[in-house]
């Protein structure tokens, strides 16, 4: 990667923390975001920032994304040995549905996010699980690819760590030399030169080297190593120009919303007006005019007009939960159609969140000696809420008794309708009602499937 792309880069990344950060942290930045205007000083500026009003438009898309995605709970399934994931999935010691969480706000806003797998450097034992260490975008600094038994893999990867060496920054470097994956450290010298710090270390599974990458960078389009442009670019842009509007709209209204009296003609010393309400009379000379200074102009009225244009503009770039689900003269089935083609974003974020956790999760369970199939994370893809009405509940339950369904369908389907929990197999449910002395023997006529 170039550094004038890695620059770019970096302050698409910064631009959108801090439009997520909110107000102060946009004001913090200060003529980053909004220039000082030609002579004006240092003070005037200050106010002139302090004025503006920040619309938080992509924090509140953002919790609004979340929201849909998390709606339901994630499915986890992990086998014995992996277990303990559940409540420390990461090197942070986070359970695994904070990790999901933290994913899909990451990969929704800055439309990338590393995960690698990996064991504790001390203290392993035999019933040690691997964990989970995350990287947000911005600390993925760069990385390679190339073709490896015909499959396009990564080769190499710079991410930026919390660790530091001599004051200097350590990145760590995952690269794939003569077919072996290798872990290495370095730091850069006053002149950018790559100085490697500690010794290079070959991770092991079973006593054998591994072949690949134990990396995966996830981004809403999928989990290949690519550049992606963050999906929150746009409008966090649109909400930093809507927030230099506010600056200027609220620097010309201040010094001229309030009415200024002026007083024009030759007036004695002790007769110069000093107060000014209804409990003060002003005795003056004959032939002295008196009026209101007050804005009249228009100017002022199209700043407005180009902020609520930017406002519009907002929505349309995903803050759609901004406003209202249903139109007037829209039914909820269309609004429920339109909303979901609005959500395709939200969908690739899930699914690509899925995938990549999958991926890994199956490679822990091969790196511990589980089934890899018992390990796996399943998102709801129902951002809408869609309860099954009692009349759709009616026709399943004749579809049932009519032979048409089994009883293993109908408990899909109640899944589906939110009438039944999406965790809870059928025999799950079956033996439950056993527990609860329920019957659960065929209804006379149909047949137990």
């Known amino acids: 990667m170039t550094r004038a792309r890695w620059d770019r880069l970096q302050a698409q990344y910064h631009l959108i923390r801090d439009c997520i950060s909110g107000e102060d942290a946009v004001k913090d930045q200060g003529q980053l975001y909004v220039p000082k205007p030609d002579g004006m000083t240092t003070d005037n500026y200050n106010h002139y920032l ?92 760069d990385f390679e690819t190339g073709f490896v038994r015909g499959r396009k893999v990564l080769t190499r990867v710079h991410l930026a760590s919390d660790g ?54 996830v981004s809403h389009e999928g989990l290949r190593p690519e550049h992606v442009t963050p999906p929150f670019l746009s409008l966090c842009k649109v909400a ?80 759609r939960m901004l406003s209202s689900t249903v139109n007037r003269n829209e039914t909820i089935d269309t609004a429920t159609q339109r909303t979901r083609s609005e959500l395709a974003l939200l969908h690739g974020v899930v699914v690509s969140v899925e995938a ?22 399943t998102l709801s893809r129902d951002f809408i809420e869609s309860s099954m009405e009692p009349k759709m509940i009616e026709q399943q339950m004749k579809l049932y008794l009519s032979g048409i369904i089994s009883r293993a369908t109908l408990h899909e389907n109640l899944q589906k309708g939110e009438i039944v929990r999406a965790d809870r197999s059928w025999e799950d449910e079956k033996d439950m009602i056993e527990e609860d002395g329920g019957d659960i023997s065929p209804i006379i006529g149909t047949r137990e499937v």
């Open 356 to 377: 990549g956790l999958n991926r890994l999760l199956r490679l822990a369970a091969e790196w511990v000696g589980a089934n890899p199939d018992e390990a796996s994370v």
């Open 240 to 319: 930093i120009s809507h927030f230099k509007n506010s600056c200027d709209r609220e620097h010309a209204i201040f010094p001229t919303a309030s009415p200024t009296p002026w007083i024009a003609g030759s007036i004695p010393a002790n007769k110069v007006p000093h107060q000014i309400g209804a409990g003060a009379v002003w005795t003056l000379p004959e032939g002295t005019e008196v009026g209101m200074l007050e804005f009249t102009g228009s100017g002022v009225a199209a700043m407005k007009e180009v902020m609520e244009e930017k406002s519009e503009t907002m929505i349309s770039l995903g803050a």
């Open 50 to 141: 302090d004025r503006g009003c920040f619309y938080g438009a992509p924090a509140m898309t953002l919790r609004a994304l979340v929201g849909l995605a998390l709606r339901k709970d994630p499915v986890i399934n992990l086998p014995p040995r992996l277990e303990a994931m559940r409540l420390n999935a990461t090197y942070e010691n986070a359970p695994m549905q904070v990790l999901v969480e933290d994913m899909v706000r990451e990969v929704a806003s800055m439309g990338r996010f590393g995960i690698l797998l990996d064991f504790p450097a001390d203290g392993a034992t035999a019933n040690t699980v691997p964990h989970i260490s995350t990287f947000r975008a911005e600390n993925i600094e």
């Open 164 to 217: 530091d060496w001599e004051s200097a920054d350590v990145t760590y470097e995952l690269i794939l030399e003569a077919g072996v994956y290798q872990f290495r450290r370095f730091v850069r010298d006053q002149h950018q030169n790559r100085v490697d710090v500690g010794e290079i270390n070959i991770p092991t599974i079973n006593g054998q080297p591994l072949d690949y990458i134990p990396f995966i960078m």
